[in-house]
């Protein structure tokens, strides 16, 4: 794409992921185009998330961010179709000269869902959590009211602010989800629980 900036989609597997990267449209330092997708799809629906990203490269995207929630991709059949997935798209360049396509993907995962990323405003955990359940359990020392619903995304508006408005901050979560990618790379556990988060605002400029 052309105008004077970058064209970037990031790719989310639901509504939170929608949600908060509308709300952090304003927060982009760089020239960006920032296009969120939500596939309106279950997390293990692999097949769906490869058409997304085909489509964004077709559109001629010059980056491309898909936001991973590594609670339902890593057993049985999904982990396999994940990881031929990750192998063939993840930190990868697409050119397509003819098309004027150049594209770079990247995959961004986080263990267990995104939840945990609005921990990291708050708190450093790298525990297990057994279902999304904990996780939200987890979070609500800190956002009493959180729900994954579409009514309560609306009514909170900027997903970002509501976390700022409870006592988080967002330098804390860049921190923490720094942290928690290197202790992952440090250990043979596949239990810990990390976000990688801090990689897609840096791509967006967002680094405070």
């Given at each position: 794409?052309?105008?004077?900036?970058?064209?970037?989609?990031?790719?989310?597997?639901?509504?939170?992921?929608?949600?908060?990267?509308?709300?952090?449209?304003?927060?982009?330092?760089?020239?960006?185009?920032?296009?969120?997708?939500?596939?309106?799809?279950?997390?293990?629906?692999?097949?769906?998330?490869?058409?997304?990203?085909?489509?964004?490269?077709?559109?001629?995207?010059?980056?491309?961010?898909?936001?991973?929630?590594?609670?339902?991709?890593?057993?049985?059949?999904?982990?396999?179709?994940?990881?031929?997935?990750?192998?063939?798209?993840?930190?990868?360049?697409?050119?397509?000269?003819?098309?004027?396509?150049?594209?770079?993907?990247?995959?961004?995962?986080?263990?267990?869902?995104?939840?945990?990323?609005?921990?990291?405003?708050?708190?450093?955990?790298?525990?297990?959590?057994?279902?999304?359940?904990?996780?939200?359990?987890?979070?609500?020392?800190?956002?009493?009211?959180y729900e994954k619903h579409d009514?309560?995304?609306?009514?909170?508006?900027?997903?970002?602010?509501?976390?700022?408005?409870?006592?988080?901050?967002?330098?804390?979560?860049?921190?923490?989800?720094?942290k928690s990618v290197s202790a992952?790379?440090?250990?043979?556990?596949?239990?810990?629980?990390?976000?990688?988060?801090?990689?897609?605002?840096?791509?967006?400029?967002?680094?405070?």
């Amino acid at each position: 794409m052309t105008g004077g900036y970058k064209a970037i989609t990031v790719i989310g597997e639901g509504i939170t992921e929608k949600y908060y990267i509308e709300s952090l449209r304003s927060l982009a330092k760089n020239n960006f185009q920032i296009t969120p997708q939500e596939l309106g799809i279950k997390a293990s629906n692999l097949a769906d998330l490869e058409k997304a990203i085909s489509k964004a490269i077709d559109k001629g995207y010059d980056e491309i961010y898909c936001l991973i929630d590594m609670d339902s991709k890593e057993n049985g059949a999904s982990s396999s179709k994940y990881k031929t997935l990750k192998e063939k798209y993840h930190d990868r360049r697409i050119v397509k000269k003819k098309k004027g396509i150049d594209c770079y993907i990247r995959f961004i995962e986080t263990k267990r869902c995104t939840e945990l990323w609005f921990i990291y405003y708050f708190d450093y955990v790298t525990r297990h959590f057994a279902s999304y359940k904990e996780v939200e359990t987890y979070l609500h020392k800190y956002v009493a009211d959180y729900e994954k619903h579409d009514r309560y995304f609306k009514s909170v508006k900027d997903l970002h602010k509501k976390m700022l408005s409870c006592g988080g901050v967002l330098k804390r979560a860049l921190e923490n989800a720094r942290k928690s990618v290197s202790a992952r790379d440090q250990t043979d556990s596949t239990d810990m629980s990390y976000s990688e988060m801090h990689y897609l605002l840096h791509a967006l400029g967002i680094e405070e």
